[in-house]
Protein backbone atom coordinates (compact mmCIF):
# COMPACT_ATOMS: atom_id res chain seq x y z
CA UNK A 1 0.00 0.00 0.00
CA UNK A 2 1.42 3.12 -0.87
CA UNK A 3 1.83 6.43 0.88
CA UNK A 4 -0.80 8.26 -1.04
CA UNK A 5 -3.11 4.75 -1.17
CA UNK A 6 -5.81 5.93 1.23
CA UNK A 7 -8.02 2.60 0.49
CA UNK A 8 -7.15 -0.59 -0.66
CA UNK A 9 -9.18 -3.68 -1.47
CA UNK A 10 -7.96 -6.57 -2.70
CA UNK A 11 -9.93 -9.71 -3.86
CA UNK A 12 -12.95 -8.46 -1.63
CA UNK A 13 -15.90 -10.95 -1.75
CA UNK A 14 -18.82 -11.39 0.18
CA UNK A 15 -21.65 -13.97 0.47
CA UNK A 16 -25.38 -14.09 2.01
CA UNK A 17 -27.69 -16.72 3.14
CA UNK A 18 -30.74 -17.26 1.55
CA UNK A 19 -34.30 -17.00 2.77
CA UNK A 20 -34.53 -17.76 6.80
CA UNK A 21 -31.67 -18.66 8.92
CA UNK A 22 -32.65 -20.73 11.72
CA UNK A 23 -36.12 -23.30 11.97
CA UNK A 24 -37.93 -19.86 13.48
CA UNK A 25 -38.44 -20.62 17.05
CA UNK A 26 -35.94 -21.14 19.82
CA UNK A 27 -37.14 -25.41 20.30
CA UNK A 28 -36.88 -26.34 17.39
CA UNK A 29 -32.99 -24.92 16.82
CA UNK A 30 -32.34 -26.10 20.23
CA UNK A 31 -33.44 -30.28 18.47
CA UNK A 32 -31.01 -29.48 15.23
CA UNK A 33 -28.30 -28.80 17.53
CA UNK A 34 -29.12 -31.84 19.64
CA UNK A 35 -29.19 -33.77 16.51
CA UNK A 36 -26.18 -32.21 15.08
CA UNK A 37 -24.34 -32.99 18.50
CA UNK A 38 -25.10 -36.70 18.61
CA UNK A 39 -24.86 -36.94 14.56
CA UNK A 40 -28.49 -37.52 14.09
CA UNK A 41 -29.64 -35.99 10.48
CA UNK A 42 -31.14 -32.65 10.65
CA UNK A 43 -34.93 -33.43 11.93
CA UNK A 44 -36.05 -30.06 10.14
CA UNK A 45 -34.30 -30.98 6.84
CA UNK A 46 -36.58 -30.87 3.55
CA UNK A 47 -37.31 -34.18 1.36
CA UNK A 48 -34.68 -34.14 -0.88
CA UNK A 49 -32.48 -31.33 0.49
CA UNK A 50 -29.14 -31.71 0.72
CA UNK A 51 -27.77 -32.33 4.63
CA UNK A 52 -24.54 -31.24 4.33
CA UNK A 53 -25.40 -27.27 3.16
CA UNK A 54 -28.67 -26.97 5.10
CA UNK A 55 -26.92 -28.92 8.36
CA UNK A 56 -23.50 -28.84 8.48
CA UNK A 57 -22.67 -25.46 6.18
CA UNK A 58 -19.72 -24.26 9.53
CA UNK A 59 -17.81 -27.28 9.15
CA UNK A 60 -17.47 -27.05 5.20
CA UNK A 61 -14.64 -25.79 3.43
CA UNK A 62 -15.40 -22.04 1.74
CA UNK A 63 -14.94 -22.19 -1.96
CA UNK A 64 -14.04 -19.29 -3.99
CA UNK A 65 -16.80 -17.32 -5.42
CA UNK A 66 -16.04 -18.68 -8.72
CA UNK A 67 -16.62 -22.28 -7.34
CA UNK A 68 -19.00 -21.95 -4.80
CA UNK A 69 -22.66 -22.72 -6.68
CA UNK A 70 -24.31 -23.48 -3.34
CA UNK A 71 -27.88 -22.52 -4.56
CA UNK A 72 -28.88 -21.71 -0.50
CA UNK A 73 -26.55 -18.67 -0.54
CA UNK A 74 -25.34 -15.88 -3.20
CA UNK A 75 -22.72 -13.77 -4.12
CA UNK A 76 -23.10 -10.17 -3.61
CA UNK A 77 -19.49 -9.37 -4.45
CA UNK A 78 -17.07 -11.26 -6.11
CA UNK A 79 -13.32 -10.84 -6.43
CA UNK A 80 -13.72 -6.71 -6.36
CA UNK A 81 -9.81 -5.21 -6.33
CA UNK A 82 -9.57 -1.31 -6.35
CA UNK A 83 -7.67 1.47 -4.73
CA UNK A 84 -8.10 4.82 -4.14
CA UNK A 85 -5.70 7.85 -3.70
CA UNK A 86 -5.59 10.97 -1.53
CA UNK A 87 -7.90 13.63 -2.56
CA UNK A 88 -9.85 11.47 -5.26
CA UNK A 89 -13.34 11.16 -5.68
CA UNK A 90 -14.66 7.99 -6.77
CA UNK A 91 -18.27 7.64 -8.59
CA UNK A 92 -19.36 3.97 -7.80
CA UNK A 93 -22.05 3.23 -10.02
CA UNK A 94 -24.33 0.24 -11.44
CA UNK A 95 -27.65 -1.38 -11.98
CA UNK A 96 -29.93 -1.84 -8.34
CA UNK A 97 -28.30 -5.26 -7.01
CA UNK A 98 -25.23 -4.61 -8.53
CA UNK A 99 -23.33 -4.79 -5.41
CA UNK A 100 -22.85 -1.16 -4.31
CA UNK A 101 -24.89 -0.63 -1.19
CA UNK A 102 -22.89 -3.96 -0.19
CA UNK A 103 -19.35 -2.45 -1.02
CA UNK A 104 -19.97 0.38 1.01
CA UNK A 105 -21.20 -1.38 4.14
CA UNK A 106 -17.87 -3.24 3.80
CA UNK A 107 -15.75 -0.47 3.70
CA UNK A 108 -17.78 1.65 6.70
CA UNK A 109 -16.87 -1.39 8.92
CA UNK A 110 -20.50 -1.98 9.07
CA UNK A 111 -20.14 -5.86 8.11
CA UNK A 112 -16.87 -8.09 7.04
CA UNK A 113 -15.89 -9.18 3.61
CA UNK A 114 -16.71 -13.40 3.64
CA UNK A 115 -13.04 -13.60 1.87
CA UNK A 116 -10.42 -10.68 0.72
CA UNK A 117 -8.88 -7.76 2.79
CA UNK A 118 -9.86 -4.26 2.87
CA UNK A 119 -6.51 -1.52 3.98
CA UNK A 120 -7.72 1.95 4.66
CA UNK A 121 -5.98 5.01 6.63
CA UNK A 122 -7.46 7.72 8.20
CA UNK A 123 -11.49 8.23 9.99
CA UNK A 124 -14.15 7.34 7.60
CA UNK A 125 -17.96 9.14 7.96
CA UNK A 126 -20.61 7.52 6.49
CA UNK A 127 -23.58 8.40 5.25
CA UNK A 128 -25.34 5.07 3.90
CA UNK A 129 -28.95 5.42 4.65
CA UNK A 130 -31.31 8.73 6.02
CA UNK A 131 -30.44 8.76 9.90
CA UNK A 132 -27.10 6.17 9.98
CA UNK A 133 -26.20 5.74 13.82
CA UNK A 134 -28.60 8.70 14.68
CA UNK A 135 -30.26 7.81 18.06
CA UNK A 136 -34.80 8.79 17.47
CA UNK A 137 -34.98 10.06 20.99
CA UNK A 138 -32.29 12.19 21.22
CA UNK A 139 -32.63 15.90 20.12
CA UNK A 140 -30.46 17.31 17.03
CA UNK A 141 -27.76 18.64 18.97
CA UNK A 142 -27.39 15.12 20.94
CA UNK A 143 -27.36 13.56 18.16
CA UNK A 144 -24.28 15.79 16.31
CA UNK A 145 -22.46 15.20 19.93
CA UNK A 146 -23.29 11.44 19.49
CA UNK A 147 -21.94 10.74 16.20
CA UNK A 148 -18.91 12.89 16.54
CA UNK A 149 -17.93 11.12 19.17
CA UNK A 150 -18.19 7.47 16.93
CA UNK A 151 -16.33 8.77 14.76
CA UNK A 152 -13.70 9.75 17.15
CA UNK A 153 -14.42 13.62 17.55
CA UNK A 154 -13.55 15.25 21.03
CA UNK A 155 -16.82 17.32 22.66
CA UNK A 156 -14.24 20.58 21.72
CA UNK A 157 -13.88 19.38 18.37
CA UNK A 158 -17.69 18.66 17.87
CA UNK A 159 -18.10 21.94 19.71
CA UNK A 160 -16.15 24.53 17.07
CA UNK A 161 -18.01 22.98 14.03
CA UNK A 162 -21.84 22.96 15.74
CA UNK A 163 -22.76 26.50 14.76
CA UNK A 164 -21.49 25.67 11.22
CA UNK A 165 -23.00 22.18 10.86
CA UNK A 166 -26.97 23.47 12.34
CA UNK A 167 -26.60 26.21 9.66
CA UNK A 168 -25.86 23.62 7.26
CA UNK A 169 -28.47 21.33 7.46
CA UNK A 170 -31.13 24.61 8.25
CA UNK A 171 -32.63 23.02 11.10
CA UNK A 172 -32.00 25.76 14.09
CA UNK A 173 -35.46 25.91 14.99
CA UNK A 174 -35.83 22.13 15.73
CA UNK A 175 -32.41 21.45 16.46
CA UNK A 176 -33.27 20.62 20.81
CA UNK A 177 -36.45 18.43 19.20
CA UNK A 178 -35.91 14.76 19.10
CA UNK A 179 -35.26 13.51 15.59
CA UNK A 180 -37.62 11.29 15.90
CA UNK A 181 -40.18 14.37 14.60
CA UNK A 182 -38.13 14.92 11.62
CA UNK A 183 -39.27 14.43 8.47
CA UNK A 184 -37.01 12.47 6.29
CA UNK A 185 -35.48 15.53 4.46
CA UNK A 186 -34.78 16.82 7.50
CA UNK A 187 -33.45 13.80 9.10
CA UNK A 188 -31.33 13.49 5.88
CA UNK A 189 -30.04 16.90 6.19
CA UNK A 190 -28.71 17.05 9.61
CA UNK A 191 -26.91 13.29 9.08
CA UNK A 192 -25.23 14.63 5.91
CA UNK A 193 -24.07 18.05 7.71
CA UNK A 194 -22.53 16.03 10.62
CA UNK A 195 -21.03 13.39 8.42
CA UNK A 196 -19.31 16.65 6.55
CA UNK A 197 -18.37 19.14 8.32
CA UNK A 198 -16.49 17.41 11.60
CA UNK A 199 -13.39 16.37 8.98
CA UNK A 200 -13.35 12.73 8.22
CA UNK A 201 -10.51 11.63 5.90
CA UNK A 202 -12.94 9.68 4.43
CA UNK A 203 -16.35 10.42 3.03
CA UNK A 204 -18.76 7.70 2.22
CA UNK A 205 -21.94 8.71 1.02
CA UNK A 206 -24.62 6.88 -0.51
CA UNK A 207 -28.06 7.74 -2.79
CA UNK A 208 -29.43 9.03 0.59
CA UNK A 209 -28.97 12.67 -1.11
CA UNK A 210 -32.39 11.40 -3.70
CA UNK A 211 -34.16 12.18 -0.07
CA UNK A 212 -33.36 16.27 -0.24
CA UNK A 213 -35.04 18.70 -2.37
CA UNK A 214 -33.03 20.56 -5.64
CA UNK A 215 -31.49 22.89 -3.85
CA UNK A 216 -30.21 21.18 -1.31
CA UNK A 217 -28.79 18.70 -3.33
CA UNK A 218 -26.52 20.90 -4.90
CA UNK A 219 -25.28 22.07 -1.82
CA UNK A 220 -24.33 18.94 -1.01
CA UNK A 221 -22.48 18.86 -3.74
CA UNK A 222 -20.82 21.58 -3.64
CA UNK A 223 -20.07 20.72 0.28
CA UNK A 224 -18.44 17.40 -1.40
CA UNK A 225 -16.30 19.42 -3.42
CA UNK A 226 -14.99 21.20 -0.72
CA UNK A 227 -13.87 18.46 0.83
CA UNK A 228 -11.98 16.67 -2.29
CA UNK A 229 -10.35 20.18 -2.73
CA UNK A 230 -8.86 19.89 1.28
CA UNK A 231 -7.60 16.24 -0.25
CA UNK A 232 -9.67 14.07 1.57
CA UNK A 233 -11.45 11.69 -0.16
CA UNK A 234 -14.73 10.96 -1.14
CA UNK A 235 -16.62 7.67 -2.53
CA UNK A 236 -20.08 8.79 -3.82
CA UNK A 237 -22.76 6.69 -4.96
CA UNK A 238 -25.42 7.49 -7.06
CA UNK A 239 -27.61 6.88 -10.06
CA UNK A 240 -27.14 10.60 -11.42
CA UNK A 241 -24.65 10.24 -14.31
CA UNK A 242 -24.47 14.19 -14.38
CA UNK A 243 -23.26 14.46 -10.81
CA UNK A 244 -21.06 11.64 -11.25
CA UNK A 245 -19.33 13.26 -13.97
CA UNK A 246 -19.69 16.65 -12.30
CA UNK A 247 -18.28 15.22 -9.12
CA UNK A 248 -16.26 12.43 -9.77
CA UNK A 249 -12.55 12.21 -11.47
CA UNK A 250 -12.57 8.36 -11.12
CA UNK A 251 -15.63 5.67 -11.10
CA UNK A 252 -15.66 2.05 -10.89
CA UNK A 253 -18.75 0.10 -12.32
CA UNK A 254 -19.98 -2.77 -11.02
CA UNK A 255 -21.90 -5.68 -12.55
CA UNK A 256 -23.44 -8.54 -10.85
CA UNK A 257 -20.91 -8.32 -7.92
CA UNK A 258 -18.05 -7.98 -10.25
CA UNK A 259 -15.90 -4.54 -11.01
CA UNK A 260 -16.82 -4.43 -14.59
CA UNK A 261 -14.72 -1.35 -15.94
CA UNK A 262 -12.82 0.92 -13.56
CA UNK A 263 -10.60 4.29 -14.60
CA UNK A 264 -12.18 7.51 -15.94
CA UNK A 265 -15.29 8.89 -15.09
CA UNK A 266 -16.64 9.53 -18.47
CA UNK A 267 -15.73 5.57 -19.64
CA UNK A 268 -17.69 4.26 -16.37
CA UNK A 269 -20.51 6.00 -17.31
CA UNK A 270 -20.19 5.42 -21.13
CA UNK A 271 -19.93 1.67 -20.11
CA UNK A 272 -23.15 1.97 -17.74
CA UNK A 273 -25.33 3.52 -20.37
CA UNK A 274 -24.29 0.97 -22.97
CA UNK A 275 -25.28 -1.79 -20.39
CA UNK A 276 -28.61 -0.51 -20.14
CA UNK A 277 -29.16 -0.31 -23.38
CA UNK A 278 -30.10 -2.35 -26.15
CA UNK A 279 -27.97 -2.06 -29.26
CA UNK A 280 -30.99 -2.75 -31.54
CA UNK A 281 -34.62 -1.95 -31.94
CA UNK A 282 -36.50 -5.33 -30.53
CA UNK A 283 -40.29 -3.80 -31.22
CA UNK A 284 -43.37 -6.29 -30.55
CA UNK A 285 -44.35 -7.71 -33.71
CA UNK A 286 -41.09 -6.70 -35.41
CA UNK A 287 -42.49 -3.40 -36.96
CA UNK A 288 -39.83 -2.18 -36.67
CA UNK A 289 -36.98 -4.52 -38.72
CA UNK A 290 -33.83 -2.43 -38.95
CA UNK A 291 -32.92 1.19 -37.34
CA UNK A 292 -28.99 2.64 -37.31
CA UNK A 293 -26.74 5.69 -36.96
CA UNK A 294 -24.25 6.49 -40.02
CA UNK A 295 -22.22 9.60 -39.31
CA UNK A 296 -21.22 11.16 -42.62
CA UNK A 297 -19.18 14.30 -42.20
CA UNK A 298 -20.95 16.90 -40.68
CA UNK A 299 -24.22 14.90 -41.23
CA UNK A 300 -26.11 12.37 -39.03
CA UNK A 301 -28.07 10.09 -41.08
CA UNK A 302 -30.83 7.97 -39.19
CA UNK A 303 -32.56 5.29 -40.70
CA UNK A 304 -35.31 2.96 -39.52
CA UNK A 305 -36.89 0.57 -41.92
CA UNK A 306 -40.82 -0.47 -40.74
CA UNK A 307 -43.49 -3.31 -41.92
CA UNK A 308 -46.93 -2.42 -41.10
CA UNK A 309 -49.81 -4.73 -41.49
CA UNK A 310 -51.77 -2.12 -42.87
CA UNK A 311 -50.96 1.48 -45.12
CA UNK A 312 -49.98 4.62 -43.81
CA UNK A 313 -49.54 8.01 -45.23
CA UNK A 314 -47.32 9.73 -43.29
CA UNK A 315 -44.53 7.24 -41.55
CA UNK A 316 -44.05 9.57 -39.01
CA UNK A 317 -40.53 8.95 -37.12
CA UNK A 318 -40.15 10.58 -33.81
CA UNK A 319 -36.25 10.72 -32.03
CA UNK A 320 -34.50 12.36 -29.41
CA UNK A 321 -31.00 12.78 -28.43
CA UNK A 322 -29.76 12.59 -25.06
CA UNK A 323 -26.34 12.55 -23.78
CA UNK A 324 -24.89 9.51 -21.44
CA UNK A 325 -26.86 11.28 -18.08
CA UNK A 326 -30.34 10.86 -19.75
CA UNK A 327 -30.52 15.05 -20.24
CA UNK A 328 -32.59 15.53 -23.65
CA UNK A 329 -30.29 17.31 -26.55
CA UNK A 330 -32.81 17.98 -29.29
CA UNK A 331 -35.41 15.94 -31.31
CA UNK A 332 -37.82 16.36 -34.46
CA UNK A 333 -40.47 14.60 -35.86
CA UNK A 334 -41.61 15.45 -39.80
CA UNK A 335 -45.46 16.15 -38.85
CA UNK A 336 -43.79 19.12 -36.11
CA UNK A 337 -41.55 20.36 -39.22
CA UNK A 338 -44.14 20.38 -41.67
CA UNK A 339 -43.21 17.67 -43.98
CA UNK A 340 -45.38 17.29 -46.84
CA UNK A 341 -47.41 13.47 -47.16
CA UNK A 342 -46.03 10.59 -49.48
CA UNK A 343 -47.99 10.61 -52.88
CA UNK A 344 -49.41 7.05 -51.55
CA UNK A 345 -49.79 4.95 -48.77
CA UNK A 346 -47.35 2.20 -48.15
CA UNK A 347 -47.33 -0.55 -45.24
CA UNK A 348 -43.66 -0.62 -45.50
CA UNK A 349 -40.70 0.91 -46.30
CA UNK A 350 -37.83 3.14 -44.97
CA UNK A 351 -37.35 6.50 -43.07
CA UNK A 352 -34.42 8.28 -43.10
CA UNK A 353 -33.65 11.75 -41.63
CA UNK A 354 -30.64 13.51 -42.18
CA UNK A 355 -29.33 15.74 -39.25
CA UNK A 356 -27.46 18.45 -40.21
CA UNK A 357 -24.59 19.89 -38.75
CA UNK A 358 -25.35 18.18 -35.30
CA UNK A 359 -22.11 19.93 -33.21
CA UNK A 360 -22.11 17.48 -31.13
CA UNK A 361 -18.83 17.45 -29.06
CA UNK A 362 -17.11 14.48 -28.03
CA UNK A 363 -18.83 11.63 -26.12
CA UNK A 364 -21.62 9.01 -26.46
CA UNK A 365 -25.02 10.22 -26.84
CA UNK A 366 -28.17 7.68 -27.08
CA UNK A 367 -31.60 7.67 -29.69
CA UNK A 368 -34.99 7.19 -28.11
CA UNK A 369 -37.32 6.77 -31.27
CA UNK A 370 -41.19 6.55 -31.85
CA UNK A 371 -43.16 5.31 -34.67
CA UNK A 372 -46.99 6.19 -35.65
CA UNK A 373 -48.91 7.68 -38.77
CA UNK A 374 -49.11 11.61 -37.69
CA UNK A 375 -52.16 11.09 -35.35
CA UNK A 376 -50.81 8.22 -32.66
CA UNK A 377 -47.83 6.29 -32.21
CA UNK A 378 -47.68 2.58 -32.86
CA UNK A 379 -44.63 2.17 -30.55
CA UNK A 380 -41.95 3.97 -28.45
CA UNK A 381 -38.58 2.80 -27.37
CA UNK A 382 -36.37 4.80 -25.25
CA UNK A 383 -32.66 4.78 -25.43
CA UNK A 384 -32.81 2.24 -28.08
CA UNK A 385 -29.76 3.17 -30.10
CA UNK A 386 -26.25 4.75 -29.08
CA UNK A 387 -23.25 6.40 -30.80
CA UNK A 388 -19.78 8.07 -29.97
CA UNK A 389 -18.62 11.14 -31.41
CA UNK A 390 -15.37 11.99 -32.47
CA UNK A 391 -14.40 15.28 -33.68
CA UNK A 392 -11.63 14.77 -35.79
CA UNK A 393 -12.43 18.65 -37.40
CA UNK A 394 -11.54 19.94 -34.07
CA UNK A 395 -8.33 17.95 -32.47
CA UNK A 396 -7.52 20.90 -29.65
CA UNK A 397 -11.14 20.23 -28.54
CA UNK A 398 -10.64 19.29 -25.07
CA UNK A 399 -13.07 16.77 -23.21
CA UNK A 400 -15.17 17.91 -19.93
CA UNK A 401 -13.82 21.50 -20.05
CA UNK A 402 -16.47 22.87 -22.28
CA UNK A 403 -20.18 23.08 -20.61
CA UNK A 404 -23.06 21.20 -22.80
CA UNK A 405 -22.86 18.72 -25.63
CA UNK A 406 -23.25 21.07 -28.45
CA UNK A 407 -20.50 23.48 -29.99
CA UNK A 408 -22.66 26.59 -31.06
CA UNK A 409 -21.37 28.66 -34.19
CA UNK A 410 -20.24 32.17 -32.74
CA UNK A 411 -18.67 34.91 -35.06
CA UNK A 412 -16.64 36.36 -32.59
CA UNK A 413 -16.24 40.87 -32.63
CA UNK A 414 -13.20 42.33 -30.88
CA UNK A 415 -13.43 46.32 -30.59
Avoid at 116 to 121: D, H, L, M, P, T
Avoid at 150 to 162: D, F, Q, Y
Avoid at 221 to 247: C, W
Wanted: aromatic residues 8%; hydrophobic residues 40%; proline residues 5%.
Amino acid sequence: MSNDTVIQVDSVSKRYRLGVVGTGTLSHDLNRWWAQLRGKPDPYLKIGANQHSKFNIQHSTLKSPAEDDDPDYTWALRDVSFEVKQGEVLGIIGRNGAGKSTLLKILSRVTAPTTGEIRVKGRIASLLEVGTGFHPELTGKENIFLNGAILGMTKAEIRSKLDEIIAFAEVEKYIDTPVKRYSSGMYVRLAFAVAAHLDPEILIVDEVLAVGDAEFQKKCLGKMQDVAGQGRTVLFVSHNMAAIRNLCNKAILLQSGTVRVSGEADDCIGAYMCTSRSNRVDFSGQLVKNAQIIQEDNTMVLRVQYSLPHPIALPCLGFLITDTGGTPLFGANPKEQGVGRPAFPKSAGCVCVRIKSPKLRSGRYGVSLWFGDGQKDFFTSPNCLQFEVVNIDNPKEQPGRAVGAVTPECDWLFE
